[in-house]
């Protein structure tokens, strides 16, 4: 099963501060609930996990990560990233992510992904899974805006100014931006995003009725 995710999350935070977070892979797999980078075999391939928390019991998924591109100029980078469990699931992802300047000071973080998945996660169908990555995302860029606010404000000369226009492909030369501090997020908890998924669906549910009820 694929699906595709598309989406745009505003941030409080100056783009080049978010842009530090984004180029820094230790420092973006913090950011999403339950993943971690546990090894490093070159400059642009990494192997990491995924855990989940499912009431008592604890599940890992095994993976590897590389980074296809990474594009200082326009705050850019492409990953490819797979893995599978011990029962035979498996997913694989391609993920271009990016940073827009916005107003007042802020920035957009922007995320275009094609999603594989395969085994028994593929039974959720791609409605539940689309609900599922809304949440999870959602945590995700909170941990990520969290994770950009604490590095210092940049100074007038800031790296990416100074390296505009550089782009680096796997294997390129360019360095990516400063080691930003990673932030630890916690293990994902599959109950609590069915709860979350169940209690969105009675709202729903009885905002429909409630809603034909007054008609």
Partial sequence: MEVRLDK???????????????????????????????EQVSETQFKGRVTVKVGPAVASFGGDVERVEIDVAVRRVRLNAKGADKGGSSASMDLTASVEPAEGGSSVLVGVANVIVNGKFAQFGGRMMGQVSDLVLAQFAANFAAAASALPAPSSASPSSATAGATAAAGATAAPPASATPVRAKELNALTLLWQLVKGWLGGLFGKRSGTTGS
């Fill in 8 to 38: 745009r999350y505003p941030i409080a935070v100056d783009a080049e501060r978010a842009w530090r977070v984004l180029g820094d892979l230790h420092a973006l797999a913090g950011c999403m609930p339950g993943a971690e980078l546990t």
